[in-house]
């Protein structure tokens, strides 16, 4: 090869079977003390520390656990905290019909129109109402959402096409 070495192979003689076994020691001679031997044990110490962080974790599980489940145990399962729901998703039935800047709104909780087409609102979990002309803003009723609609819209009309095509 240019520039490199040549690697050529040799042989490898096997040694014989006797000389891989180790010598029995000779009879006339005392035996040699073994070395001493490194313990796989830690030192007392470590265990006791070790020992005590287990302990301590497993308390603070343990007392975690109970103080975060101590509430719903104590709760009376006969004491409702939630009110009696209404007719639409545990609000009462608001209706309402009026003229709002020169626009008729008609509607309940759970449907609106203005000027007879439909505006599309969503509930809140925190019971609040937004609606799919002023999504970045909710309101507290379905009628305060659809007189906003009507100040956003000014003087154009709603699609009938409705959110499910836009």
Known sequence: MAGGTKLEPRPVAARPA?????APPPASAPPKPSPPTRSTRPPRSSRTRRFFLRAAFAFGAIGGT???????FRADPRKSAAPAPGPVD???DERFDEMYAGRRIQGTASGVRIDGRPLHLMRRADGTYVSVVNHFESFPTALATARAAVD????????????ALH
């Open 66 to 72: 109970a103080a975060a489940l101590t509430p719903i």
């Open 90 to 92: 545990g609000m009462p």
């Open 18 to 22: 006797e000389s891989l076994a180790p």
């Open 152 to 163: 956003d819209l000014g003087g154009t009309q709603l699609s009938l096409a409705g959110p």
